[in-house]
């Protein structure tokens, strides 16, 4: 009879599924509620003021600050679609429906994927300013600025749009309990009554693809940077140049080391909570990244909020 009770569970396709986030830490569940509140707030703001900053600012007008807007954009959108349900799991249950929890790992993962290629394409930027400053103009126009990023963003959409195809294609018909604040793919393989496998191959490829592929491409360029500078006699422009790549580097290389071990070589990390404090630097922690690294180490994006904030208090004076 009981046997017959599980099976017929079994059976059954569920509707929603629950995420059970930090549970193991359930104390704390108030304290994290305060802090990713606060975190949360200051990635909006922050990268916000990035855009504000950059389109205000006629002096920012360039394709390096184009593709800065691009990556502030990305991060507001793909941290609004995990941290709101992560709050939520520190208050109360954190139920998702099926459909919608797909649908939040379709957009977290095309966006996370358009990131992966916003940042080497700001790498080939940074390579083509510094490595060929003459022919920089022509080479980086506006037109061609825009069609990196379009590309980036579709490419990365249709990659999505994919993995997520074979991914509906599954049934899941219990346990519906997702240990992970968001719709990861592996948690959500693990509960699976269908065989993954096509769709974890399919996933390994592009995530191979997608991860590695663009990495190797920022490498290359900031190689190609580095020796280039060297060649400059050591004084402020080799300085400036370094300053200039040192922020980027830094987002780069928190966010595809997170990237590499949970998708590539998810087999390194031996436990769930070790995996979702890796997932925290990538959905949390570089976003935060973003604003400090951008405003207060580059003077640029410093003085047009300074001279932002000026022009709002003689209006307000007036």
Not at 144 to 157: D, E, N, P, T, Y
Request: with cysteine; hydrophobic share 55%; proline share 4%.
């Amino acid at each position: 009879m009981i046997l017959m009770e599980i099976v017929s569970i079994r059976n059954q396709t569920i509707t929603e599924f629950v995420l059970l986030g930090f549970s193991d830490v359930a104390e704390l569940h108030l304290l994290f509620f305060i802090v990713f509140t606060l975190i949360y707030t200051s990635i909006i703001v922050g990268n916000m003021l990035i855009i504000v900053a950059v389109v205000s600012s006629p002096r920012l007008h360039t394709p390096m600050y184009f593709f800065l807007v691009n990556l502030s954009f990305l991060e507001i959108l793909y941290t609004s679609t995990v941290v709101p349900k992560m709050l939520e799991g520190f208050l109360r249950e954190a139920a998702i429906s099926v459909a919608g929890c797909l649908l939040q790992f379709y957009i977290f993962g095309s966006l996370a994927t358009a990131e992966c290629f916003v940042l080497a394409v700001m790498a080939y930027d940074r390579y083509l300013a510094i490595c060929h400053p003459l022919r920089y103009p022509l080479l980086m126009g506006p037109r061609w600025c825009l069609g990196l990023v379009v590309i980036a963003w579709l490419s990365a959409f249709m990659v999505g749009g994919l993995i997520v195809g074979l991914m509906a294609q599954l049934r899941f018909c219990g346990p519906n309990h997702i240990d992970h604040f968001y719709c990861d793919f592996t948690p959500l393989m693990g509960l699976a009554c269908s065989d993954p496998s096509i769709a974890q191959l399919t996933t390994f490829i592009l995530s191979v693809v997608c991860l590695t592929v663009p990495f190797g491409l920022i490498l290359t360029s900031y190689a190609r940077i580095v020796v280039a500078v060297l060649r400059v006699p050591a004084g402020a422009s080799r300085r400036k140049a370094f300053s200039t790549c040192s922020s980027h580097l830094a987002v780069v290389s928190t966010f595809y080391g997170t990237l590499i071990v949970l998708y590539i070589a998810p087999s390194a990390v031996h436990s769930q909570l070790l995996s979702k404090v890796f997932a925290l630097l990538y959905t949390v922690v570089t976003p935060l990244f973003n604003p400090v690294i951008y405003t207060l180490r580059n003077k640029e994006v410093h003085q047009a909020l300074w001279r932002l904030l000026y022009m709002k208090q003689t209006e307000t004076l007036d």
